[in-house]
């Protein structure tokens, strides 16, 4: 049924769907339903898959990509279905621990957007440190092989930022992860970076010790990577990729709890897709997998990932914040109505502040109070048929659906500058908090006048970014 609910418009007001009409179609295009029970199901515990010891498939070949002529393509997982990353299992302890984590994503995004990208005062490096949590940072993450031989690591993914790095031995201070601490004394291809290489001058914040180069990375949350830059080889299926720049980090700290540390897709030259350039055409896509679903995301990368019949919305640079994923966005819309919200509520200063940015780290859309307020209410107004809750947590709009077996909502939609509108599956913004039928509308205020579309709702969507042409691609596939 989530093929019938993604709908992509381009320029023109009639939607098209992705497939045939199915008996859970509603002959007003503007409405769809939401399968309450299915929902609720997925939320249940279900046992994880066998683990292997982590220790005894370190030099084996991963399994966890695929290959196809011109791009590679990896299995994107869920955190919450990593077995080894979580402490509880029911769907208000994984909820709540979710929320946690966004409070400090959004607060740190919000904080190194107003400093000027990834900048921070060296005196301030490593201050408000917050000791390692039981959930970590992160919400999707791939697994890959670092060093020759490859060991095999989990790696958070990250739309918004601009290096890869893993912990490293020796640990002057490492927090747990679920893979071995990676050693480059075991490893063949690792070479550290002098000082005054060109590798060097593109870290922000470097230093030398030595001769080698130093980095060090704060994420604003009190999670912050202090090391020696290095060149090494990362393994993909069987394409090995030689010489790229990352981060060795033997001091690290805070909210990456079970990875072993980051894979940066950001728009900047430190980044995987940024260093690989030519490789990859500078283009990648994703797709995150629903929450509560058994299936896996994916991430591709290649101009061969570049799907034919998505809607195309340009990417705008903001130069206070190059690493970051900005489109240009000019309404919303609720049950086909679109919500009198002024556009330029929407747009980059030429200071650097307000926009848009997409973000795979941040879980629940953001939006600037004004135009969430008008956005919300227009959803009240088309949802009175429908029991409320209180709020829960960020939420301030919540339903009790207990008993219902499905449910009649109106569409939400995006209006994307130069025409494209996007249409979210109902799952996408009426989310269970709980497994007993509380669902809330999967938005919430910003503090700030910036906008961010979070990972909830890019859910079940193929994301494609096209870095080097200086578009972001919705559709046409789901997963």
């Known amino acids: 049924m989530l093929l019938l609910l993604l709908l992509l418009l381009l320029t023109t007001s009639t939607s098209t769907s992705t497939s045939p009409p199915s008996s859970h179609n509603l002959s007003n295009p503007h409405f769809q339903q939401l399968n309450v029970k299915e929902t609720l199901s997925e939320t249940k515990p279900k046992p994880h898959p066998t683990q292997k010891s982590k220790h005894s498939n370190k030099h084996q070949k991963l399994n966890t990509i695929t290959e196809e002529s011109g791009k590679w393509k990896l299995k994107l997982l869920h955190r919450d279905k990593i077995a080894t990353f979580n402490t509880s299992h029911d769907h208000r302890s994984l909820f709540n621990a979710r929320m946690k984590r966004e409070a400090k994503r959004v607060a740190a995004l919000i904080r190194r957007i107003t400093a000027g990208g990834s900048n921070y005062e060296a005196s301030a490096f490593g201050s408000d440190v917050v000791s390692g949590m039981e959930q970590g940072s992160g919400e999707y993450f791939v697994r890959i092989g670092v060093g020759s031989p490859p060991r095999n690591q989990y790696v958070v993914i990250d739309s918004g930022s601009d290096i890869i790095w893993v912990q490293c031995q020796p640990c002057t201070q490492c927090y747990h992860q679920s893979d071995p601490v990676f050693d480059p004394a075991d490893s063949s291809s690792y070479t550290g970076v002098p000082c005054g290489s060109t590798v060097c001058s593109h870290v922000e914040n470097a230093g030398c010790h030595e001769g080698r180069c130093r980095y060090e990375v704060s994420y604003g949350d009190g999670s912050y990577t202090k090391g020696t830059l290095a060149l090494e080889t990362l393994t993909f299926g069987r394409t090995v990729i030689r010489n790229v720049a990352i981060g060795c980090g033997h001091r690290n700290q805070g909210m990456f709890v079970g990875a072993a540390g980051l894979l940066g897709l950001g728009s900047g030259p430190m980044s995987f897709v940024g260093q690989l350039g030519g490789q990859t055409g500078g283009a990648f896509s994703y797709c995150l997998v629903s929450r509560g679903t058994e299936s896996s995301g994916s991430l591709e990368f290649g101009r061969e990932a570049m799907p034919v019949g998505a809607a195309w919305v340009t990417l705008i640079h903001n130069p206070r914040a190059p690493s970051f994923y900005y489109v240009g966005l000019s309404g919303l819309g609720v049950g086909g109505l679109r919500v009198p919200i002024s556009e330029d509520v929407f747009k980059l200063s030429e200071l650097g502040d307000g926009g848009v940015v997409m973000d795979t780290g941040t879980a629940v859309t953001r939006l600037p109070t004004s135009a969430y307020n008008s956005f919300r209410d227009a959803f009240i107004g ?97 997963c």
Not at 383 to 389: E, I, V
């Open 382 to 478: 088309q949802t009175t048929n429908l029991p409320r809750a209180s709020g829960v947590s960020i939420f301030d709009t919540c339903y009790d659906l207990y008993g219902f077996v499905s449910v009649r909502v109106p569409t939400i939609s995006f209006y994307f500058s130069g025409g494209p509108i996007l249409t979210l599956p109902a799952r996408n913004f009426l989310i269970p908090v709980d497994d007993v039928g509380t669902f809330c509308f999967a938005f919430a205020p910003s503090s700030s006048g910036l906008s961010i579309i979070g990972n909830i709702q890019q859910e079940g969507i193929e994301i494609s970014v096209d870095g080097a042409n200086g578009f972001v691609g919705f559709g046409p596939n789901v």
